[in-house]
């Protein structure tokens, strides 16, 4: 079976994108497995925090590397907190107090318009010079207040209009088949699969 490290110690994102590489029979190992330190992420953008991790990840494992960089982009706010969404609240990292931040940065905002963005990056090896990239949007509005119970980050506070119902109160199934990571894995899964795996 073929080996993939994640740049990445969410337990959230880890369990979110081993599902999404079932199919494929990819052994989905955490950089933790690795004792790994989690990698500085000092760029403006998605696409180059990604590549950051998963070059970082791979160098340290010597094994192929996804890396997931995704927040949300609030419309009120210009688009952040974006790459900082989590640490939007400053340290420790924790997505309690990034969602109170949000709520109170928002208070009597009407425009509530945002959407989830994410870039994934995936090396074969540390110095990969072609990289597979695949991103996803997930667009809906901030809610007032938290609903749900499920999901990590943003998602108590984050309002899927067509579904009526908040990131947190979805299966993970569920959000697989609509969120911007769910989005990205997708077409991450199409173009390995083109490749016929070769990692």
Avoid at 127 to 137: C, F, K, M, S, V
Wanted: hydrophobic share 40%; glycine share 8%.
């Amino acid at each position: 079976m073929k080996k993939l490290v994640i740049a990445s110690s969410n337990p959230g994102k880890l369990r979110e994108i081993a599902h999404a590489l079932e199919p494929l029979a990819i052994e989905v190992l955490p950089q933790s497995a690795f004792n790994v330190p989690e990698a500085e992420e000092p760029h403006a953008t998605f696409i180059e925090n990604a590549l950051a991790k998963a070059r970082h990840a791979s160098r340290r494992c010597g094994l192929p590397a996804l890396a997931d960089d995704s927040g949300i982009c609030v419309d009120a706010l210009n688009g952040e907190p974006g790459v900082h969404s989590a640490r939007y609240a400053g340290e420790p990292v924790s997505d309690e107090r990034n969602n109170r931040k949000l709520l109170a940065t928002l208070a009597g905002e009407t425009n509530r318009k945002a959407h989830y963005y994410c870039v994934i990056a995936l090396v074969r090896h540390a110095e990969d010079p072609q990289p597979l990239i695949a991103e996803g949007e997930w667009h809906g509005e901030i809610l007032r207040a938290p609903r749900g119970a499920s999901g990590f980050g943003y998602d108590p506070l984050f309002l899927d209009p067509e579904l009526g119902r908040s990131g947190a109160e979805l299966a993970l199934e569920e959000k697989n088949r609509v969120s911007h990571r769910g989005g990205a894995l997708t077409r991450l899964v199409a173009r390995l699969r083109e490749r016929g795996v070769v990692l």
